[in-house]
């Protein structure tokens, strides 16, 4: 192992420091969900299945699927979650 | 060369590690998975060496398309590991990781049960030795449970074998299907070691406790060896659909909320496997190809989530999530290196994933499963959600943990160069890979549909993250752990012994209380009879004995006088 010299001081100013630009990313992320989306209207899809065909069906599957995933994730918190040593307790 | 297994090469060449000097040894070390990839490529598919034994045929090597196409990405894994630990003067875990990866290498050129079952419990033995190389407490005792789980797989493995000889007189390894009891035993075996649902939490245990390295090594090889002895033994098998439909889903939602990254990983390492127990089960050429190339990307882009991750440990000395961020400042290029190998476990277009996981999602669509297909398009998205996004926000951006370390060492770099360079090259150019899969491929990933739906997934999955931290919804990495089944065996499992060894304390004690009373009464009664001055054991007067001797002397010559 080394020997993990984790400095603390450092005076320089990195570009994700910014708050303006962090803005400047997340609006980068929502402009590329809208030219995303409408792009769905150019080309045609083989489709398997019926809701393939529904219009940004694959958009909004992943949006709404990943915040249940979150959420449902946040309420096993409640039943799951034990302090770091739970297992070192008499293990 | 052509008739030897090409695993013996690793495992036989683990032996003079010892006596060679560290400075010929590391440049040893990478030679013998690169002699391994060459003899691996010169072998012809139909090749089989058998010997005869205790009247059964070992097949000591079978050499066929799909076997190949894990001896080569064994070795690939094998090097990379090696690579990464070039740094490390541990012989232990030098030796254990070459035994390791020559066994499972072995396995899967063995034709036969017997002599698989013989390498499925080295690849056991000896990997757990990368997690004892840990040193720590912790790790021996998570090492002696990931022993016996391991070690368990291959004993259920040995009965069903057994069993299997008994019906059908053949141990020759090839579909088995789940009609019998063997089969079932060996599907059991081969479960274990592929973390199938219930029986996976072993791979979150053990994996994140071990080694720097260690971890690297482990996450090639067990449970991708179970992937190619279930695609062997039961490709077509209904049920390992719906099994890897839940492998797919579930350790995502844990994976969410697992503050460790490499535990993270863990859990996202079993996702993926989900997809390709999916394609076994599907089992058509499309899908089994799928999986071999899922397989082959995932070994890559996994050990390079695993390198990175250790990367920050190794400089670090934590890999928790509540504990890092802002570490693109100081470990840049294994930034860049993380978010290849997140952008190919999420299949972006380009990368790895998407060119092998697309496979099995067509083939599942193929066959009209819609439950099954939207399952994995959930798995999909949840994948890029927690590994693609989470592992490298809250390790190198996320909130500035205010630590500055030094990059990674210049072995380490090159390790996840090499390996982020073919997971970009195999997404690039898919014909590589598909030019050594088992069936011929019929499968074009690149098509404007493909390529957009996917893309509208994983970036409105980006934007859910987005938004969710934006207000504050994300759940933020806190030190925790979270209960999984290991719950069962690591906290249920001893609290009932416990409680059972209370029981039988007490009764024990009050046995042993009441046995005394019994003994003490029975003591009294000897003594009243047979204690001094009780009616069994008076004694008679040395004088009176001779007084009687007397008396029945006279009487005696009384009479013969007489």
Known sequence: MSEHENKIHDPKKYWLDEPRNVRKVIGAVFVVCALLFISDAFYHKHSHFAVEDWFGFYAIFGFVMCVLLVLAAKLMRVFLMRDEEYYDKDD | ?562
């Open chain 2, 1 to 562: 060369m052509t008739s030897l297994n090409p695993g013996l090469i690793l495992i036989l060449g683990a032996i003079p590690v010892v006596l060679i000097p560290h400075a010929i040894r590391r440049f040893y070390l990478l030679v013998l998975p690169i002699v391994g990839f060459a003899v691996v490529h010169s072998l012809e598919p139909g090749t089989v060496v058998t010997y005869e034994t205790f009247g059964m045929t070992l097949e000591l090597l079978r050499v066929d398309e799909l076997s190949k196409v894990w001896g080569y990405i064994f070795n690939i894994a094998a090097f990379l590991a090696l690579l990464f630990a070039w740094h490390d003067r541990d012989t232990m875990q030098q030796v254990s990781a070459l035994i390791y990866a020559g066994a499972a290498i072995a396995a899967v050129f063995a034709g036969d049960l017997v002599t698989l079952f013989v390498y499925w419990e080295l690849t056991a033995i000896s990997s757990v030795f990368l997690i004892w190389a840990a040193r720590t407490e912790r790790a021996y005792r998570t090492g002696l449970r990931y022993l016996i789980i391991q070690v368990g797989s291959g004993v259920i493995l040995l009965s069903g074998v057994l069993l299997w000889y008994a019906d059908t007189g053949s141990i020759e390894f090839d579909h088995i299907g789940i009609e019998t009891l063997a089969g079932k035993l060996i599907l059991l075996a081969f479960g274990i070691k592929c973390a199938f649902p219930l029986l996976h939490n072993w791979l979150q245990d053990s994996y994140p406790e071990a080694t720097v390295t260690g971890t690297v090594v482990l996450s090639a090889f067990t449970t991708k060896l179970a992937v190619y002895a279930l695609a062997r033994g039961y490709a077509g098998t209904e049920s390992l659909i719906y099994i890897g439909a839940t492998m797919t889903a579930f350790p995502i939602f844990f994976a969410v909320i697992e503050n460790d990254l490499r535990r993270v990983l863990a859990y996202s390492l079993n996702n993926q496997l989900g997809f390709m127990v999916v394609g076994i089960g599907v089992g058509t050429e499309m899908a089994l190809n799928g999986t071999a190339a899922h397989a082959f990307s995932h070994i890559l882009y996994k050990a390079l989530l695993f390198m990175s991750m250790g990367a920050v440990l190794y400089r670090t000395g934590t890999c928790k999530g509540s504990e890092l961020g802002g570490l693109y400042k100081s470990m840049p290029y294994t930034t860049v290196f993380c978010m290849v190998g997140a952008a190919s476990i999420s299949a972006f277009p380009l990368f790895s994933g998407f060119i092998s996981k697309s496979m099995i999602l067509t083939a599942v669509a193929g066959e009209h499963r819609w439950f099954i297909w939207g399952t994995l398009l959930f798995a999909s998205a949840g994948v890029f959600h927690h590994s693609g996004i989470k592992i490298p926000y809250f390790a190198f951006f996320a909130h500035d943990s205010g630590r500055r370390v030094k990059e990674a060492p210049w072995n380490m770099l090159l390790a996840m160069f090499i390996t982020a360079f073919l997971c970009i090259f195999i997404g690039v150019y898919p014909q590589a890979l598909y030019d050594i899969l088992p069936y011929p491929v019929d499968f074009v990933p690149y098509t404007t549909a493909h390529v957009i739906t996917q893309l509208q997934l994983l970036m409105f999955s980006a934007l859910a993250f987005t938004v969710l931290m934006l207000y504050h919804i994300y759940p933020p990495e806190l030190k925790s752990t979270n209960l999984d089944t290991e719950w069962f065996y690591r906290r249920l499992l001893p609290r009932v012994l416990n409680r059972l060894g209370g029981w039988i304390d007490r009764a024990d004690q009050a046995i042993r209380k009441e046995s005394l009373v019994i003994i003490g009464d029975v003591i009294a009664m000897i003594e009243r009879n047979h204690g001094p001055e009780s009616a069994m054991s008076r004694t008679i007067l040395a004088g009176s004995m001779a007084l009687v001797v007397i008396t029945v002397l006279l009487l005696f010559l009384v009479v013969v006088i007489i």
